[in-house]
């Protein structure tokens, strides 16, 4: 599981958290969210939310993989789950990027705060209780 809070100033492209050629959560043109697994000689997008974050909010994203699924929640609540099967191969080697990806381009216009990794994939209450532990309300 990996992600965190977000305060995007623009609605571009962008990386927020890169791992190698292991996973990333981005932004499209649109400044909608992708959560991504790299296999097979490229990247594949797992699961990807409905809209687009606002702009000079903060948001709470987390992406999940269990070897199943690719799961993206929105502010704790699941926003796309995708069946995928393939392996993150994980090496403590390659650096973790936040705010840009690993070539230092794509650069992310705005804030992030609270990004974590966690190596195993996290469950839906354990995604609100995270995101509830950070708001400045609580949902239920």
Not at 45 to 56: F, H, I, M
Not at 108 to 134: E, I, K, P, S
Request: hydrophobic share 35%.
């Amino acid at each position: 599981s990996w992600g965190g809070w977000v305060r995007p100033l623009n609605a571009v492209s962008k990386t927020l958290m890169h791992k190698g050629n292991e996973f990333r959560l981005t932004t499209d043109t649109s400044g909608v969210p992708a959560c991504e697994i790299y296999s097979g000689g490229g990247w594949q997008t797992g699961a990807v939310g409905a809209d687009a974050l606002s702009v000079g909010v903060w948001s709470h994203l987390l992406c999940t993989y269990d070897g199943e699924n690719v799961q993206l929640y929105v502010d704790g609540a699941l926003a796309d789950s995708q069946a995928e099967s393939l392996e993150i191969t994980s090496s403590s080697s390659t650096a973790l990027s936040l705010g840009r990806d690993s070539a230092a381009t794509g650069y992310f216009y705005g804030q992030l705060d609270d990004m974590r990794v966690y190596n195993y994939a996290l469950t839906a209450t354990q995604v609100r209780t995270l995101h509830n532990l950070d708001s400045a309300v609580r949902f239920e």
